[in-house]
C-alpha cells in the first residue's frame, strides 16, 4: 500500500529565530490534513515546554 511521509528538508537559525522546512505528503486530503495538524500539534507542544523551561531556568537564576 501507499504511505505517507514527513520530512525536515532544511533548518536555519540565529540567536533569535529557527526555521525548520519540512515536506509532508498524503495520497488524500484527509491524510495531509491530519498530518500537519499532527507535526503542527507536535511543534505547539514543543513550544510550550520550551518556553516553560526557559521560564523556570530564569527564575531559578535570578533566586540564586
Do not use: H, P
Not at 522546512?21 to 505547539?44: E, N, P, Q, T, Y
Amino acid at each position: 500500500g501507499r504511505e505517507g511521509y514527513c520530512y525536515v528538508t532544511g533548518m536555519t537559525s540565529n540567536a533569535n529565530t529557527a526555521t525548520i522546512k519540512m515536506s509532508l505528503r498524503d495520497f488524500d486530503a484527509a491524510g495531509l490534513a491530519a498530518r500537519k495538524a499532527r507535526v503542527r500539534d507536535g511543534w505547539d507542544a514543543y513550544f510550550r515546554w520550551t518556553t516553560r523551561m526557559l521560564r523556570q531556568s530564569t527564575q531559578t537564576a535570578t533566586r540564586a
